[in-house]
């Protein structure tokens, strides 16, 4: 917690927009912590050190358009990526799996890829190369950036309004956290498996 604190108190809110942005949108930004900001942050606002309603805000906002950056990102440099017939990794084949993906589980994946860490780095990429609507892709982006950016934050606010030095056990909490993520890709899974069964 002291290197989030520390961290967080350093570079501020903007230094916060800046790592929710790059986390949510440029691909390099996959190693940078999400839910352990948005955490920490909760608790030092809860704290009295930071203001939630401009948490929220700032996360909100630096993650809808980190997503709408990947988007365009993913529809530019796809194309050059992909269009080599003999890749073995960037086929045009894989493309087209992915489109068909997006077509079907598009939506859903956008607000779900949302609360996992890692993966919502690329989500967006992904939409922007497989051609996802673009419409479709915002209006959920946007829904998901709401859902994490208010969720997360606040939920720490709370707890660490409720439990009295919550902030010693930040790590703890951010592993909850993280296996609660993954929940969903569990369920879809397991789900896709008994379909084939």
């Keep these: 917690m002291f290197d989030l604190e520390s961290l967080i108190s350093t570079v501020s809110y903007i230094g916060i927009f800046g790592i929710v942005f790059a986390e949510t949108g440029l691909l390099l930004g996959f190693f940078l912590p999400g839910d352990s900001l948005l955490i920490a942050a909760?608790?030092?606002?809860?704290k009295g050190d930071l203001s939630l309603a401009l948490i929220i805000f700032i996360v909100t906002i630096a993650a809808i358009i980190g997503n709408i950056v990947?988007?365009?990102?993913?529809?530019?440099v796809g194309p050059m990526i992909f269009k080599r017939e003999k890749s073995r990794f960037f086929h045009p084949e894989?493309?087209?799996?992915?489109?068909a993906f997006f077509e079907k589980h598009g939506p859903k994946t956008i607000i779900l890829a949302r609360f996992i860490p890692i993966v919502r780095t690329f989500v967006a990429t992904f939409a922007g190369v497989s051609k996802m609507n673009f419409k479709t892709f915002f209006v959920?982006?946007?829904i998901g950036g709401i859902l994490w950016g208010v969720?997360?934050?606040?939920?720490?606010?709370?707890l660490g309004k409720?439990?009295?030095?919550?902030d010693k056990y930040i790590l703890l909490v951010i592993a909850?956290?993280?296996?609660?993520?993954?929940?969903?890709?569990?369920l879809e899974l397991l789900k896709s498996r008994q379909k084939k069964a």
């Design 42 to 46: 909760g608790l030092m606002a809860a």
């Design 70 to 76: 990947g988007y365009f990102i993913g529809q530019k």
């Design 94 to 99: 894989h493309v087209e799996k992915t489109h």
């Design 140 to 142: 959920y982006s946007v």
């Design 151 to 158: 969720g997360l934050p606040l939920a720490a606010f709370y």
């Design 162 to 166: 409720l439990i009295p030095d919550l």
């Design 176 to 186: 909850i956290v993280i296996v609660i993520s993954f929940i969903p890709i569990a």
